[in-house]
């Protein structure tokens, strides 16, 4: 198993990048105290990073994603998690197979 | 050091609970990064590093499209970087659920931040405080996971299948979508901020490309929440 010197630089490289931005968070947030309109823009992070990292792939990818998408939205009301991801992988294989045909 | 604290067992046993959806989902992209990383020239034991170092998904994906000899190791830090630069604001609205731990356990505990066990630990947070059982049982065990299944990727190779026949793909999308409404529930604006987010994170993708969707979308929902915010709410 071979180990290139330059590989491990650019591998080291990108993990203190990863990391730089994983621990800068926790300093800004200590720097400033948070009230009103800046709060609520706080408190809407978590959601909108999950909905960033997904809605390309449920919206731009084709009919099978979008619609496969609305119904694991729906089963997300009415499930817990497992249950949503069961339907979910479901509705992908089952809605991809129907629009490959 | 401490990072545990007493009831720790039931604490760890409902970190495993939740983080085991994301371990079955993150078995196919690892097999798949390790598989992609030999295929583009790198040997087992470099993905085994990388993927313990820089234990991210996404940017390692990205690097993966850049990889060639001699790498161009400006153009992976800045695709890292960008990818990456969700973390600060993750990192920032999870701080203060995080401040009972010890320096080093905050110090570890942020290093091992990935979307999934971020997200859990956030909706962990909304009912009840975040011990270091929970968050460590639940981070420790994701990255090994993907640690893992990556490097068994690199040693097995272009002998595996494609993971989307199966949708392996597609159940990140839904256990995102499952968080994305748990976290939602019951809170004031909500359809607003997911809707902002999804709607600049699909026109940026399209129009300027990955990976710039994730940062513009992830800024969009919080500009809403403060469009939207009126004053005298709490």
């Known amino acids: 198993m071979g180990l290139d010197r330059t590989t491990l630089l650019a591998i080291l490289l990108m993990a203190l990048v990863t990391y730089a931005t994983r621990i800068s968070g926790p300093f800004l947030a200590d720097r400033f105290r948070l009230e009103g309109r800046?709060?609520?823009?706080?408190?809407?992070?978590?959601?909108?990073?999950?909905?960033?990292?997904?809605?390309?792939?449920?919206?731009?990818t084709g009919p099978a994603e979008a619609i496969a998408g609305a119904i694991t939205i729906l089963a997300a009301f009415r499930l817990p998690l497992y249950g949503t991801v069961a339907v979910g992988v479901a509705a992908i294989v089952l809605l991809r197979a129907l629009f490959a045909a | 050091m401490t990072l545990v604290h007493a009831p720790t067992r039931s604490e760890f046993r409902d970190a495993l609970?939740?983080?085991?959806?994301?371990?079955?989902?993150?078995?196919?992209?690892?097999?798949l990064f390790g598989a992609l990383a030999v295929a583009q020239g790198m040997s087992p034991l470099e993905v085994l590093l990388m993927s313990s170092l820089v234990f991210a998904g996404g940017a390692q994906f990205a690097a993966l499209g850049l990889w060639q000899y001699p790498l161009p190791i400006a153009a992976l830090l800045v695709s890292t970087a960008l990818i990456n630069a969700r973390h600060i604001l993750m990192g920032a609205s999870l701080a203060p659920k995080l401040r009972r731990f010890t320096i080093l356990g905050r110090l570890i505990g942020f290093g091992l931040m990935a979307d999934e066990n971020w997200a859990l630990a956030?909706?962990?947070?909304?009912?009840?405080?975040?011990?270091?059982?929970?968050?460590?049982?639940?981070?420790?065990?994701?990255?090994?996971?993907?640690?893992?299944?990556s490097f068994l990727g690199a040693c097995l190779g272009p002998t595996l299948g494609d993971p989307d026949r199966f949708g392996a793909d597609f159940a990140f999308v839904a256990i995102f979508i499952g968080l994305i409404v748990a976290l939602s529930?019951?809170?004031?604006?909500?359809?607003?901020?997911?809707?902002?987010?999804?709607?600049?994170?699909?026109?940026?993708?399209?129009?300027?490309?990955?990976?710039?969707?994730?940062?513009?979308?992830?800024?969009?929902?919080?500009?809403a929440a403060a469009l939207l915010h009126r004053a005298g709410e709490k």
């Open chain 1, 38 to 60: 800046g709060k609520a823009a706080f408190d809407a992070i978590p959601a909108a990073v999950l909905t960033a990292l997904i809605a390309p792939a449920v919206l731009t």
């Open chain 2, 17 to 31: 609970i939740d983080i085991a959806p994301a371990l079955l989902a993150g078995m196919p992209m690892g097999l």
């Open chain 2, 122 to 149: 956030e909706r962990r947070a909304a009912d009840r405080p975040l011990s270091a059982g929970y968050y460590f049982g639940m981070a420790v065990v994701f990255w090994a996971n993907w640690v893992l299944w």
């Open chain 2, 185 to 223: 529930r019951g809170r004031r604006r909500s359809f607003g901020i997911v809707a902002a987010s999804a709607a600049t994170a699909a026109l940026v993708h399209s129009v300027i490309g990955s990976p710039w969707h994730v940062l513009s979308g992830a800024l969009a929902g919080p500009a």
